[in-house]
């Protein structure tokens, strides 16, 4: 059956590649975004665009140094889109989350998703909330934050990363079904060392940097161990990072 699906965030990472996966299934897809003309933060053209909409997939980021920030920010988009959603009579919202945010303190990012789980899950239209592993790119990222002078700071995390085209067939399969709650973790298919994903990801795209790897940086030692692993009875998602990577190199 044919749906009608908005996907909030699109232009993102994971927000554009979700829509493209809806549409070869041959889904209608509303793109919500600030740069198309609608603000999460305003509300500013969300009733327009929710119009007969049978799902929304929120797959917005919004990076913060501070948790009261992040709170706020997460907080005023989610309720506005919530909102919007029970007045268009939207019957299923989709939310892409992270593995672990409930085990760590002091993250902003990770506060910022905590209260959308929140208000999600209280909200008015039935859900699903979809926690995720990092992806493959995450060391990549982390590098391009911390770089300075050639030389980037870099936390040993451990980490099972996953694929961002997987984390869109994954969301548009569960954005075209019924809604299921809190869905069980999903991961790629193996544990990996973010030292040596940023090492390997450098490599792969011929960038030279020298990574330094230590708990004084971005991310603290509140995030070390197993934290960020998929628990028990995880969905384990195909490609694995050398996959990725050999994909990253042609």
């Known amino acids: 059956m044919t749906m009608r699906i908005a996907v909030a965030g699109a232009t993102g990472n994971i927000g554009a590649r979700t829509a493209t996966t809806l549409e070869r299934a041959g889904h209608e897809v509303v793109r919500i975004s600030r740069s198309l003309g609608v603000n999460l933060i305003t509300g500013d053209g969300l009733d327009v665009t929710l119009r007969g909409v049978d799902a929304v997939v929120d797959a917005t980021s919004y990076e913060a140094a501070d948790p009261d920030d992040a709170v706020a920010h997460f907080g005023t988009a989610t309720r506005n889109l919530l909102a919007a959603e029970e007045q268009a009579g939207v019957r299923h919202h989709v939310l892409l989350s992270i593995v672990g945010i409930d085990r760590i303190e002091g993250n902003a990012h990770y506060a910022g998703k905590r209260e959308q789980e929140r208000l999600v899950a209280q909200g008015p239209v039935p859900w699903t909330i979809v926690p995720f592993t990092q992806f493959h790119d995450f060391a990549a990222t982390v590098t391009s934050w911390t770089e300075?002078?050639?030389?980037?700071?870099?936390?040993?995390?451990?980490?099972?990363?996953?694929?961002?085209?997987?984390?869109?067939?994954?969301?548009?399969?569960?954005?075209?079904?019924?809604?299921?709650?809190?869905?069980?973790?999903?991961?790629?298919?193996?544990?990996?060392?973010?030292?040596?994903?940023?090492?390997?990801?450098?490599?792969?795209?011929?960038?030279?940097?020298?990574?330094?790897?230590?708990?004084s940086s971005l991310l603290g030692p509140e995030m070390a161990g197993n934290v960020l692993l998929p628990g028990e009875g995880a969905r384990i998602a195909p490609t694995t990072f050398d996959e990725w990577l050999a994909d990253a190199r042609r």
Do not use: C, F, N
């Open 148 to 215: 300075q002078d050639g030389v980037a700071p870099i936390p040993p995390l451990l980490v099972q990363p996953i694929a961002p085209a997987d984390v869109a067939d994954i969301l548009a399969e569960i954005a075209t079904g019924a809604p299921q709650g809190r869905y069980r973790d999903v991961a790629g298919p193996e544990p990996q060392d973010l030292v040596d994903m940023a090492r390997r990801t450098s490599d792969a795209r011929g960038h030279t940097v020298k990574l330094i790897p230590t708990w």
